[in-house]
């Protein structure tokens, strides 16, 4: 098994990235997403202090070739992951239909899809940028991460009034959300060849099913704390005698 995870592109994906996400964004704030654009920025900072303080200066498990300077790439690398990804899960969490979740879907897959194809072929600007992360000592840590995040879930279930509808259903409903978002960046990754071909069941599977399923859990309790408040809100103005308290 490879634990070795690297991706070699040229600066044109990075414009191209960029702008996808700005369309992104564009598209949350039209459909009146803020809570998700919040979580985004949020996403952002926590990807970029997991990858340039944590990652690269203290672990040195990530490496860099870049043609500027390390850090200002990371603001990017952390920005365009974090807003896309933090984003996408939090408008997840709140749809009450399937075929929005389907569209949704498709515009995250086909975005990046889009973005990596293209980048393979024009050649604005060739700069090639390497980025790797040695992943021999993490999977052990994600592995309990994600385990002992849904296991909080299931107490909080029984010990937290807001969560108190969460059901086993749901609780798969959220590991197939942070699965298939990360997955989305994977297969972009291999279709495009950013990422090397080797070992892709590994990098298909075991990064998609835990990658991003380490912070799910924690994302929809901070989700259900915000929307419980709301409700909160609403229903103490419209009947000032309710409970504070919603159920989630």
């Known amino acids: ?5 690297a991706r070699t592109f040229d600066m044109d994906f990075v414009y191209l990235d960029i702008l996808f996400c700005v369309v992104w964004m564009i598209v949350l704030f039209k459909q009146k997403h803020t809570l998700a654009l919040c979580f985004g920025l949020f996403g952002a900072l926590v990807v970029f202090l997991a990858d340039d303080i944590l990652w690269l200066r203290i672990q040195q498990t990530r490496f860099l070739d870049v ?5 200002l790439f990371l603001v990017y690398f952390s ?26 879907t498709l515009f995250l897959y086909g975005g990046w899809m889009t973005t990596a194809l293209i980048s393979q072929h024009v050649g604005i600007d060739d700069r090639t940028i390497d980025i790797g992360r040695d992943m021999s000592n ?6 309990a991460m994600v385990s002992g995040g849904y296991l909080l879930l299931l107490l909080l279930k029984y010990t937290w009034r807001p ?3 969460l059901t086993f259903r749901r609780m798969f409903y959220l590991l197939i959300i942070g699965f298939l978002v990360h997955f989305g960046m994977e297969i972009t990754l ?3 060849e950013i990422r090397p071909a080797e070992d892709y069941v590994h990098v298909l599977l075991f990064n998609s099913l835990l990658e991003f399923n380490t912070g799910i859990p924690i994302l929809y309790i901070l989700w259900t704390a915000f929307r419980s408040r709301k409700e909160s809100g609403s229903s103490g103005q419209e009947e000032p005698q309710s409970s504070p308290l919603a159920s989630g």
């Open 1 to 5: 098994m490879n634990n070795y995870v």
């Open 67 to 71: 043609p500027f300077n390390h850090d």
């Open 79 to 104: 920005f365009t992951y974090g807003m896309i990804e933090f984003s996408y899960v939090t408008v997840m969490f709140g749809t009450k239909s399937v075929k929005t979740g389907v569209l949704w």
């Open 138 to 143: 993490a999977r052990i840590v994600q592995v």
């Open 163 to 165: 969560m108190k509808s």
């Open 190 to 192: 291999l279709a495009s």
